[in-house]
Protein backbone atom coordinates (compact mmCIF):
# COMPACT_ATOMS: atom_id res chain seq x y z
CA UNK A 1 0.00 0.00 0.00
CA UNK A 2 2.66 2.56 0.84
CA UNK A 3 4.35 2.07 -2.59
CA UNK A 4 1.41 2.49 -4.37
CA UNK A 5 1.26 5.95 -2.37
CA UNK A 6 4.35 6.51 -3.43
CA UNK A 7 3.80 5.65 -6.91
CA UNK A 8 0.53 7.91 -6.65
CA UNK A 9 2.50 11.01 -5.04
CA UNK A 10 5.36 10.74 -7.61
CA UNK A 11 3.60 11.08 -10.83
CA UNK A 12 0.36 13.02 -9.38
CA UNK A 13 -1.82 14.32 -11.98
CA UNK A 14 -0.55 11.32 -14.34
CA UNK A 15 -2.26 8.50 -12.44
CA UNK A 16 -5.13 11.29 -11.72
CA UNK A 17 -5.89 11.42 -15.81
CA UNK A 18 -5.43 7.60 -16.48
CA UNK A 19 -7.45 6.62 -13.84
CA UNK A 20 -10.33 8.65 -14.35
CA UNK A 21 -10.10 8.46 -18.54
CA UNK A 22 -12.55 5.80 -18.75
CA UNK A 23 -13.75 4.83 -14.97
CA UNK A 24 -11.99 6.33 -11.53
CA UNK A 25 -14.07 6.80 -8.73
CA UNK A 26 -10.91 4.91 -6.74
CA UNK A 27 -8.31 7.12 -7.92
CA UNK A 28 -10.68 10.22 -6.97
CA UNK A 29 -11.45 8.88 -3.86
CA UNK A 30 -7.59 8.59 -3.31
CA UNK A 31 -6.51 11.69 -4.98
CA UNK A 32 -9.03 13.89 -2.81
CA UNK A 33 -7.32 11.89 0.20
CA UNK A 34 -4.03 12.96 -0.98
CA UNK A 35 -5.26 16.73 -1.56
CA UNK A 36 -6.39 16.45 2.40
CA UNK A 37 -2.68 15.34 2.77
CA UNK A 38 -1.52 18.21 1.04
CA UNK A 39 0.41 15.96 -1.40
CA UNK A 40 -2.22 17.25 -4.53
CA UNK A 41 -4.01 20.83 -5.32
CA UNK A 42 -7.83 20.02 -4.79
CA UNK A 43 -8.31 22.23 -8.30
CA UNK A 44 -5.82 20.71 -10.33
CA UNK A 45 -7.41 17.06 -9.82
CA UNK A 46 -10.83 18.05 -10.30
CA UNK A 47 -9.53 19.76 -13.46
CA UNK A 48 -7.27 16.81 -14.17
CA UNK A 49 -10.18 14.03 -13.54
CA UNK A 50 -12.96 16.68 -15.95
CA UNK A 51 -10.56 16.49 -18.66
CA UNK A 52 -9.61 12.68 -18.78
CA UNK A 53 -13.30 11.92 -18.38
CA UNK A 54 -13.91 14.16 -21.41
CA UNK A 55 -11.62 12.38 -23.30
CA UNK A 56 -13.52 8.88 -22.52
CA UNK A 57 -16.37 10.11 -23.26
CA UNK A 58 -15.90 11.23 -26.46
CA UNK A 59 -13.72 8.51 -27.40
CA UNK A 60 -16.67 5.77 -26.59
CA UNK A 61 -19.16 8.32 -28.41
CA UNK A 62 -17.03 8.63 -31.44
CA UNK A 63 -16.65 4.88 -31.71
CA UNK A 64 -20.49 5.11 -31.10
CA UNK A 65 -21.01 7.52 -33.78
CA UNK A 66 -18.78 4.68 -36.40
CA UNK A 67 -21.25 2.25 -36.11
CA UNK A 68 -24.04 4.44 -36.81
CA UNK A 69 -22.54 5.78 -40.30
CA UNK A 70 -21.57 2.38 -41.05
CA UNK A 71 -17.82 2.34 -40.95
CA UNK A 72 -17.70 -1.07 -38.43
CA UNK A 73 -14.72 -0.12 -35.99
CA UNK A 74 -13.91 -3.60 -34.63
CA UNK A 75 -13.74 -1.96 -31.35
CA UNK A 76 -17.19 -0.46 -31.63
CA UNK A 77 -18.81 -3.71 -32.74
CA UNK A 78 -17.02 -5.42 -29.58
CA UNK A 79 -18.10 -2.79 -27.28
CA UNK A 80 -21.75 -2.70 -28.88
CA UNK A 81 -21.72 -6.70 -28.24
CA UNK A 82 -21.12 -6.15 -24.22
CA UNK A 83 -23.76 -3.68 -24.61
CA UNK A 84 -26.51 -6.11 -26.07
CA UNK A 85 -28.95 -5.13 -28.25
CA UNK A 86 -31.61 -4.85 -24.89
CA UNK A 87 -29.92 -2.30 -23.20
CA UNK A 88 -29.30 -0.25 -26.58
CA UNK A 89 -33.22 -0.25 -26.95
CA UNK A 90 -33.23 0.98 -23.46
CA UNK A 91 -30.72 3.53 -24.25
CA UNK A 92 -32.57 4.77 -27.32
CA UNK A 93 -35.74 5.51 -25.01
CA UNK A 94 -33.80 6.97 -22.29
CA UNK A 95 -31.86 9.55 -24.78
CA UNK A 96 -35.04 10.36 -26.87
CA UNK A 97 -36.90 10.82 -23.41
CA UNK A 98 -34.51 12.36 -21.13
CA UNK A 99 -31.90 13.16 -24.21
CA UNK A 100 -29.02 15.57 -22.38
CA UNK A 101 -30.27 14.23 -18.71
CA UNK A 102 -29.17 10.90 -19.52
CA UNK A 103 -25.40 11.66 -20.32
CA UNK A 104 -25.30 14.06 -17.20
CA UNK A 105 -26.62 11.46 -14.87
CA UNK A 106 -24.24 7.95 -16.52
CA UNK A 107 -21.68 9.34 -15.41
CA UNK A 108 -22.94 8.89 -11.94
CA UNK A 109 -23.36 5.37 -12.83
CA UNK A 110 -20.41 3.16 -12.10
CA UNK A 111 -19.49 1.03 -15.14
CA UNK A 112 -22.10 2.13 -17.51
CA UNK A 113 -20.40 5.88 -18.53
CA UNK A 114 -18.63 4.32 -21.63
CA UNK A 115 -21.53 2.80 -22.66
CA UNK A 116 -23.88 5.53 -22.25
CA UNK A 117 -21.53 7.78 -24.05
CA UNK A 118 -21.14 4.90 -26.98
CA UNK A 119 -24.66 4.77 -27.01
CA UNK A 120 -25.09 8.11 -27.59
CA UNK A 121 -23.19 8.17 -30.40
CA UNK A 122 -25.07 5.57 -32.24
CA UNK A 123 -28.00 6.80 -31.44
CA UNK A 124 -27.52 9.99 -33.29
CA UNK A 125 -27.13 12.22 -30.12
CA UNK A 126 -25.75 15.67 -31.72
CA UNK A 127 -22.10 15.88 -30.61
CA UNK A 128 -22.38 19.81 -29.01
CA UNK A 129 -25.65 18.33 -26.94
CA UNK A 130 -23.37 15.43 -25.76
CA UNK A 131 -20.20 17.35 -25.40
CA UNK A 132 -22.49 20.40 -23.01
CA UNK A 133 -24.26 17.48 -20.74
CA UNK A 134 -21.08 15.11 -20.32
CA UNK A 135 -18.47 18.74 -19.51
CA UNK A 136 -21.22 19.84 -16.56
CA UNK A 137 -21.38 16.23 -15.85
CA UNK A 138 -17.90 14.86 -15.57
CA UNK A 139 -16.85 18.36 -14.04
CA UNK A 140 -20.15 17.53 -11.16
CA UNK A 141 -18.82 14.14 -10.49
CA UNK A 142 -14.90 15.42 -10.33
CA UNK A 143 -15.86 17.55 -7.93
CA UNK A 144 -17.65 15.45 -5.38
CA UNK A 145 -15.60 12.49 -5.95
CA UNK A 146 -12.85 13.89 -5.44
CA UNK A 147 -14.90 15.65 -2.49
CA UNK A 148 -15.49 12.19 -0.66
CA UNK A 149 -11.81 11.28 -0.85
CA UNK A 150 -10.87 14.72 1.42
CA UNK A 151 -13.62 13.92 3.78
CA UNK A 152 -12.38 10.31 3.94
CA UNK A 153 -8.91 11.66 4.83
CA UNK A 154 -10.49 14.02 7.52
CA UNK A 155 -12.65 11.23 9.22
CA UNK A 156 -9.44 9.33 8.97
CA UNK A 157 -7.66 11.58 11.04
CA UNK A 158 -10.62 11.56 13.59
CA UNK A 159 -10.70 7.84 13.85
CA UNK A 160 -6.49 7.50 14.05
CA UNK A 161 -6.89 10.84 16.93
CA UNK A 162 -9.97 9.06 18.90
CA UNK A 163 -7.98 5.57 18.70
CA UNK A 164 -5.01 7.63 20.25
CA UNK A 165 -7.55 9.12 22.57
CA UNK A 166 -8.91 5.69 23.64
CA UNK A 167 -5.49 4.30 23.93
CA UNK A 168 -4.36 6.97 26.36
CA UNK A 169 -8.01 6.97 28.46
CA UNK A 170 -6.99 2.61 28.23
CA UNK A 171 -3.67 3.16 30.42
CA UNK A 172 -5.55 5.83 32.16
CA UNK A 173 -7.36 3.49 33.50
CA UNK A 174 -4.82 0.28 33.90
CA UNK A 175 -2.54 3.16 35.96
CA UNK A 176 -5.35 3.71 38.27
CA UNK A 177 -6.10 -0.03 39.10
CA UNK A 178 -3.30 -0.74 39.64
CA UNK A 179 -2.20 2.11 41.72
CA UNK A 180 -5.70 1.20 43.71
CA UNK A 181 -4.20 -2.35 43.92
CA UNK A 182 -0.80 -1.27 45.18
CA UNK A 183 -2.05 1.04 47.68
CA UNK A 184 -4.66 -1.85 49.15
CA UNK A 185 -2.41 -4.25 48.93
CA UNK A 186 0.37 -1.95 51.05
CA UNK A 187 -2.28 -1.09 53.21
CA UNK A 188 -3.61 -4.54 54.22
CA UNK A 189 0.33 -4.98 54.95
CA UNK A 190 0.33 -2.63 57.32
CA UNK A 191 -2.68 -3.63 59.26
CA UNK A 192 -1.26 -7.15 59.46
CA UNK A 193 2.48 -5.74 60.81
CA UNK A 194 0.47 -3.56 62.99
CA UNK A 195 -1.82 -5.82 64.75
CA UNK A 196 1.18 -8.80 64.93
Not at 71 to 99: D, M, Q, S, W, Y
Request: glycine share 12%; aromatic share 16%; with cysteine.
Amino acid sequence: METLLQYFVEYRYLVIFFGTLIEGEVVLIAGGFLVYERSLNFTAMVLTATLAAIIGDNLFYWLGRSQRVGTRHPLAARCLNFIGEHRLFKGEELVHRHGGKSVFFVRFFYGLRFAGAMTAGYLGMGFWRFFFFDLIGSFTWALIIGRVGYLFGQSLEAVTSGVKLAEIGFLLIVAGLLTIYLLNSRRKRNTREGSS
